[in-house]
């Protein structure tokens, strides 16, 4: 999914929600962090073609919208996060 098209979808649901939206997820790590096995696996046994953005790829993507990240946790493979709507 391009940036494009995941900015247009943050927009969407910040202009049509209330002011106390949450949007919570995960993320894989960027490309340059994450275990080359898991590379691999996703290749070999999926058709899903994961962009590996991390939590700074998403960082960028957000700016681009209302909302704001409100909390991450690192884990093993993956960033749990929390999005709002800013407040301005």
């Known amino acids: 999914m391009a940036d494009e098209v995941i900015i247009q979808n943050l927009k969407v649901l910040y202009y049509n929600s209330s002011g106390d939206i949450l949007i919570t997820?995960?993320?894989?790590?960027?490309?340059?962090?994450?275990?080359?096995?898991?590379?691999?696996?996703?290749?070999?046994s999926s058709s899903?073609?994961?962009?590996?953005?991390?939590?700074?790829?998403?960082?960028r993507i957000i700016e681009k919208t209302s909302g704001k990240l409100t909390a991450s946790k690192r884990q093993s493979e993956i960033h749990d996060f929390r999005l709002a709507k800013r407040d301005d």
Do not use: Q, V
């Open 25 to 44: 997820g995960s993320l894989l790590h960027d490309i340059n962090t994450i275990d080359a096995g898991i590379i691999a696996a996703l290749k070999i």
């Open 48 to 59: 899903i073609k994961p962009r590996f953005l991390g939590i700074e790829g998403l960082k």
